[in-house]
């Protein structure tokens, strides 16, 4: 389904927040309502580490990004939005009430989820007078980065709007989910609540502490589970003979009495404590910010990664990009010294060398991101290949720097172009400058002619 | 400790073949005895595969490969081996069997890891003579690609032979854990079969398939779990207010009625056939070789995103190539062109640009790392920043080209080096060519002189 113009957030704490995020970048725009009296601060707390995160996953900013707006009543927030997500506190009671006035306010045809993790939508919807068009979908966090969103239907939601929310969320780059039976928990916190129970009689039982425990996971399995499920690790395992063979074999094991899983440890006031200060330890002084900064940087580093060998989310995030999110194209009106602003971007840790400055690799990563830009910004479907570059530099900028790329169009030819470069820094100092000689290839490499209308362009630039 | 100049690695399965890739990469020699009578072909199929893996996820090769040999009885194979290294299948009996052998024939101060992901070392050791230096040290599959390493002692172990082998297993570039309590299924297995029992559940009860289980790990949580643990996870959910929050308000939710982790569904025949078969559709005709390749592709990128973060697995790796793992310095003898050989690497396909070829930034990054090899080589503490690159480019290999750099110092002065660099294809097809303009910088990137010493080095390579 194309995107609304408009979205309404019901509840805008982290969870609620992401989503806010994720509407914005997509151009929609977003009415808040949360009555908590810091909600708009904590909001915006989100969505400045949001906005940073999302510019690195994404590699640059939307065209356009939504309005925001935080409005005094939920019938406001709801009036004329074409999708409404709550992310109320988990209280059935809540959230049924909040629900009930959405239902009342809410255009007739707009989509209303839930970001339940675990309350199941038939209760959710019961005091709804058109509880067909809601359904949960709940998203993990940090939700504008995690592609992961279940849908799940209650008795009185209509096929349709389910079909049409998969399509809602795609849009926004996610990745959904459908859980065809109602169950609490849905799928995902069945799996996250099995591992935590164990988790907890871990160090209830002192076999482990917090930090062990967590780097049993962090350093074997997890890595293997960013990548792919339980059931084909199994596969894997299996080998030749496949899953029928990992079953045979080790399918007796699960008959030993390892787990004491049904059950949950008492939290007592001294394993509460036990954890807590375990916990401490393990943070070792990060504060939740701290964290939350760690948490996003190593979640980018590896959808990025996954991105660029087409696997699991980063398979997501880069048919994301492909469709939908586009840097602004340059606009191809010269400056008064004749050059095109091609490319503007903030630099990332992983594009520095060993003294922290901006390496000589990444600078002529910006000339050739700018060279493609261009190239697309004139309408052409080739893409350039630098048989000569002379890159000069003068500066070496720390992540964080916000650089642009100017371009000059020094000649176009049918199938050579020359090109001169200037980096900068937002203050207008000069990184680095770069003389090209490209030429335009296909898809698949070979050398090829530009289209006329491009040429044409690019001629009127020179 | 140091590593010792021969293991012996018994039984080279799945499992036993990557601790045999770990030892060799480390310049261990390794003898293997495997009964099997496909043992050898098997072993090398997977060290094939390790080897790949290996080159690319540390960007080069070892000065020295251990050497490998396959021995006719498992008393030849522990006979002078430092340690030894036991991946038998999971069984008790036949594991204290070999376990026995091995302790009759392995030097007095051998020390002896058994892989077992479950069964206990107090039970394994007892018919050894001397137990004392017998331990468990489970894996995780790829063994040669992923860090950790559980390790867990029986009654009669001495607590210095963990100690000892907390030292052996960091050398070979794992992160050891080392299990405190003697319990079955140690930490990491215990969290895998809780996953393993929901992940039943939800197939035997029709909620979800076996590729939507999948998904919901792969898309969602299991991308934060390649980063960090359950608790920590949730120490950030807890917000500002931390974990004693997490636990106050999330803890009720542990008691609703949702797992039936205790049980284990009846593995009848029908259910081993609705899993067999929805494991072949997710696996849509992929061999599990296919699906190997895939994985390794797949925990190389995530690896090599977190070293560049410096976070979880990924620091592991960081400073294990840091420590331990060194490609060959060059060697400064010119060849008859005067030119030195600065690198010699495998295209990963990361470096690819939309094409498919080589992007011009990949080659940059090629000439950069030259450029810090050649002053490692002079024995230069400073690092290179390129003033003034021209590079040309003739051709775009694709992902698995090998490739080497010459270069040939034009001029050498205290503070400035003129040098040309050739990228050339392992048939001797020219890649690229770059005439560079360097000066040496120090740790933070401020200009500095280079050292007396490293500069006569490169002076005579003129």
Redesign the interface.
């Known amino acids: 389904m194309p995107l609304p113009d408009k979205a309404a957030c019901i509840g805008a704490g982290?969870i609620g927040a992401g989503w806010v995020a994720r509407y914005l970048w997509n151009g929609v725009d977003v009415a808040v309502y949360d009555p908590h009296p810091e909600a708009e601060r904590r909001c915006r707390d989100v969505l400045a580490t949001a906005d940073a995160s999302l510019e690195r996953l994404l590699g640059g900013r939307p065209a356009r990004l939504g309005a925001l707006t935080f409005t005094d009543s939920l019938a406001d927030a709801v009036d004329g939005a074409g999708a409404v997500q709550e992310s109320a506190p988990?209280r059935t009671d809540v959230k049924r009430k909040i629900l009930a006035e959405v239902d009342a306010h809410a255009p007739a045809d707009a989509l209303i989820g839930s970001s339940t993790s675990?309350l199941l939508p038939s209760w959710l919807q019961a005091d709804m007078a058109r509880p067909e068009r809601f359904f949960v979908s709940h998203p993990?966090?940090p939700v504008y980065l995690?592609?992961?969103v279940?849908l799940c239907a209650g008795e009185g939601t209509d096929p349709q709007a389910v079909e049409r929310a998969k399509g809602l969320y795609a849009e926004l780059g996610m990745?959904p989910?459908h859980?065809?039976?109602e169950?609490?928990?849905f799928?995902?916190?069945?799996?996250?609540?099995?591992?935590?129970?164990?988790?907890?009689?871990?160090v209830h039982?002192?076999?482990?502490s917090?930090?062990?425990?967590?780097?049993?996971?962090?350093?074997?399995?997890?890595?293997?589970?960013?990548?792919?499920?339980?059931?084909?690790t199994?596969?894997?395992?299996?080998?030749?003979e496949?899953?029928?063979h990992f079953?045979?074999q080790f399918?007796p094991?699960?008959?030993?009495p390892?787990?004491?899983?049904?059950?949950?440890p008492e939290?007592t006031d001294a394993l509460?404590d036990k954890?807590?200060e375990?916990?401490?330890a393990?943070?070792a002084g990060r504060s939740?910010r701290d964290?939350?900064r760690?948490?996003d940087?190593?979640?980018i580093?590896?959808?990025?990664?996954?991105e660029?060998?087409d696997?699991?989310?980063g398979s997501?995030v880069g048919a994301y990009k492909r469709a939908r999110f586009r840097a602004a194209a340059p606009d191809l009106t010269p400056d008064t010294e004749g050059r095109v602003q091609t490319l503007t971007v903030t630099l990332a840790?992983?594009r520095l060398?060993?003294?922290?400055?901006l390496?000589?690799?990444?600078?002529?990563?910006l000339?050739?991101q700018a060279d493609?830009a261009l190239l697309q910004a004139a309408g052409s479907a080739t893409?350039p290949?630098?048989?000569?570059?002379?890159?000069?530099?003068?500066a070496?900028p720390g992540a964080g720097a916000r650089l642009t790329v100017t371009t000059r169009v020094v000649s176009a030819a049918e199938r050579v172009l020359h090109l001169a470069h200037r980096i900068v820094e937002a203050d207008g100092r000069e990184i680095a400058h770069a003389t090209q000689t490209l030429h335009p290839?296909?898809?698949?490499?070979r050398p090829t002619a530009l289209e006329e209308t491009a040429l044409a362009r690019l001629q009127a630039l020179v």
Chains 1, 2 share one sequence.
């Open positions: 982290v988990e675990g993990f966090n995690l592609p992961l279940e990745r989910l859980v065809r039976k169950i609490d928990g799928v995902a916190d069945r799996l996250l609540e099995a591992l935590w129970r164990e988790a907890l009689w871990l039982d002192d076999v482990a917090v930090a062990e425990v967590d780097d049993a996971v962090r350093f074997g399995a997890g890595l293997r589970w960013a990548l792919m499920g339980t059931y084909q199994y596969r894997i395992a299996g080998g030749e496949g899953m029928r079953m045979a399918g094991a699960l008959k030993w390892w787990t004491k899983l049904m059950d949950v939290l509460i954890i807590a375990q916990s401490d393990q943070a939740p964290l939350e760690e948490r940087r190593g979640l580093a590896l959808l990025r990664a996954l660029s060998e696997l699991a989310g997501v840790p992983d060398d060993a003294t922290g400055g390496s000589a690799a990444a600078c002529q990563d000339v050739e493609g893409r290949f630098a048989v000569e570059t002379s890159l000069n530099r003068s070496s290839v296909d898809d698949t490499g």
